[in-house]
């Protein structure tokens, strides 16, 4: 069994020389826990708790913060805060910028924990490693956490429509799955919510016995055409906005258009590539791959080396539509270099694992559309909508 070697009390201290107080932030429904680490304080944690969405109690805390640590040392010192991205969203960070407070964003998922099977957790234990990976990150130690570029309220408002033409999708998509199930248990099949004559040709159909429709059947039926038709409604108008969006965005940048212009491209794909992720800013390749979670995963210790497939740790919602627009890209792009890259590969396998083929060709696509709507690097081989 492995022995925890002893640690003197004397060692569990956190010094630091940054000269400033650091402060994490662990937010709940219920309470705010402000644990915090100030010089001059015989270097331990200190923690205190105000109600949640208690702004002022908040800053009324770090006041005197700075207070005792200017008593006790004699200097003024800048505060720092750290908090998990999380429900409660980027406002508190806004917050604090707006007090002139540095403040940081960071990713749970990215602060290293024990891979024992049982660790203990509570707020208090999280509030202290927060404060220790924000130390760590401030003495510029690598990959210790990954801290969130916070987008701009702009930019996170303008997300919202591909998100939420999405989530009505998929509740239209469970409507028409609800009556066709229920039409179904009748032995009834073929019937389609989505068609204009919905309404008429249910009146027309019959039980697999011959009987008609049971008459609570069909109010309920009804009642879910309503709601099929309303979600129709709602995602016709989102779509409208989407485009008028897009048609706004390409006052301020050339992006979106050269999106559209390529064959294969729609307006839901372009909308999701630029909001997504091609408007951010990335220093390389790598970083744009593992925003998106493409990024490849190597497992190599000694003499084992394999790779573990893509981290999946990025944006879900541009992964999904760049492997979607992988396939597309196949079909309407069959001459491009990305293309005859695809078959060439698969053919080199026998046909095999086209699927972790695709994925690395959506990687490649990725970095070729980035390159493409940075640079004006044409994509080999891609046909165009006007050609």
């Known amino acids: ?45 200190s923690k205190h708790a105000v109600a949640a969405g208690d702004v002022a109690g908040m800053l009324a805390r770090f006041a005197e913060l700075n207070r005792k640590a200017e008593a ?16 409660d969203g980027f406002w508190i960070h806004r917050v604090l910028q707006a007090e002139g407070i540095e ?43 990954a801290m969130l570029r916070v987008p701009t309220p702009e930019e996170e408002d303008r997300r919202r429509l591909s998100r939420e033409r999405k989530a009505l999708t998929n509740e239209r998509t469970r409507h028409v799955n609800r009556i066709k199930g229920l039409l179904f248990a009748q032995g009834v099949s073929g019937y389609e919510p989505l068609r204009r004559d919905r309404r ?9 016995d011959g009987r008609p429709l049971p008459d609570h059947l069909k109010q309920q039926i009804d009642r879910e055409l309503e709601r099929l038709e309303l979600l129709m409604e709602q995602i016709k108008a989102v779509e409208a906005e989407r485009d008028a969006m897009l048609a706004t965005e390409q006052s301020a940048s050339p992006a979106p258009a050269m999106l559209l212009d390529l064959k294969g491209i729609g307006q839901e794909f372009a909308a999701v590539l630029w909001t997504e992720g091609l408007s951010r800013h990335y220093d390389n390749r790598r970083q744009l791959a593992a925003y998106a979670g493409l990024a490849a995963t190597p497992w190599q210790s000694g003499s084992v080396s394999h790779d573990q497939g893509v981290s999946k740790s990025g944006n879900p919602r541009l992964r999904t539509t760049l492997i979607q627009l992988a396939w597309l890209w196949l079909r309407h792009q069959s001459q491009s270099a990305l293309s005859l890259w695809f078959k060439e590969r698969v053919k080199q396998n026998g046909g095999r694992l086209k699927k972790a083929t695709i994925v690395a060709l959506a990687r490649k696509l990725l970095v070729a559309l980035w390159k493409y709507v940075n640079a004006g690097i044409i994509i080999e081989g891609a046909v165009m909508k006007s050609a």
Do not use: N
């Not at 024992?116 to 990976?133: F, M, P, S, Y």
């Not at 008429?200 to 697999?208: F, N, Q, S, W």
């Open 1 to 45: 069994m492995p022995v925890a070697a002893h640690r003197p009390d004397a060692l569990t201290a956190i010094r630091t020389d940054l000269g400033a107080i650091f402060v994490s932030l662990e937010l709940s429904r219920s309470k705010w826990l402000i644990t915090s680490l100030s010089p001059g304080a015989g270097e331990k944690m």
């Open 72 to 87: 006790r040392t004699g200097k003024c010192f800048p505060i720092i805060v750290v908090q998990e991205a999380g429900l």
């Open 103 to 145: 403040s940081h964003v960071v990713d749970p998922a990215s602060i290293a924990t024990s891979r024992r099977r049982r660790q203990a957790k509570t707020d208090k234990i999280d509030g202290e490693a927060l404060v220790r990976a924000l130390l760590a990150y401030k003495r510029g130690e690598p990959r210790v956490c």
């Open 200 to 208: 008429r040709c249910l009146e027309a159909l019959k039980t697999g």
